[in-house]
Structure formats: C-alpha cells, structure tokens
C-alpha cells in the first residue's frame, strides 16, 4: 500500500502564489516507474486532471494553468511539487496528489490523497 501525503494548501488572495507538496510513502519497491501528478475538484465540478510528470520529467498541463503552475519531483524523497503562481479565484478548488506505480511485471496501481484546500479569495 501507497500513502500521498499533500501540503501547502491555503487561503491566498489573486495574483498570489502557494506551492503543493505531496510525499509517497509506503511499499514502493524498485524497479518500478511512478507517475505523479495533481488533480483538483471545486464545488460541483468533476475532478480534473492540473498537471502531471512521469517517471521520466515528461510534463503534461491543463490549458487553464500553462504558464502559471509549474509541476516538478524529487524521486530519490519520493516527493512531488506544484508551485501555483497568478492565482485566480476560479483556481478554488480541493486539490489531490494522484501516483501511478508501474511495475516490471507490467501490473499498475493508482493511489490518491486525501486532498489539500485551496481558496483564492480578495
């Protein structure tokens, strides 16, 4: 079992920036590929995809934030980052640390957080 443990959420007016921790930790066993990314839900809206980094540093981002977060890791801490700089109230929502872990034996599994808040707020 796989354990994210997110951080760094919070209340930050427009313009204002915070940066997203999420920590791995539990039975990771190499050889094994993760992919990490970030994931958020507001009020009444499905879950959707922020960004995203693959074991390898291949970055994908959704539209509404390219060239404001920027997603990085750190493998050797098992830790993945999102620094969210221009912040708009319409980036409100809860945000969720997501892994994949990919094994050499060709079976996955998929692993979340239990979420950290963001508000965006004058």
């Known amino acids: 079992q796989v354990q994210l443990v997110e951080s760094g959420g919070g209340l930050v007016h427009p313009g204002g920036s915070l940066r997203l921790s999420c920590a791995a930790s539990?039975?990771?066993?190499?050889?094994?590929?993760?992919?990490m990314g970030w994931y958020r839900q507001a009020p009444g809206k499905q879950r959707e995809l922020v960004a995203a980094?693959?074991?390898?540093?291949?970055?994908n981002y959704a539209d509404s934030v390219k060239g404001r977060f920027t997603i990085s890791r750190d493998n050797a801490e098992k830790m993945v980052y999102l620094q969210m700089n221009s912040l708009q109230p319409e980036d409100t929502a809860v945000y969720y640390c997501?892994?994949?872990?990919?094994?050499?034996?060709?079976?996955?599994?998929?692993?979340w957080g239990q979420g950290t808040q963001v508000t965006v707020s004058p």
């Open positions: 997501n892994a994949v872990l990919m094994y050499s034996s060709g079976s996955s599994n998929e692993y």
């Open positions: 539990g039975s990771i066993f190499s050889p094994y590929a993760m992919d």
């Open positions: 980094i693959t074991s390898g540093g291949r970055r």
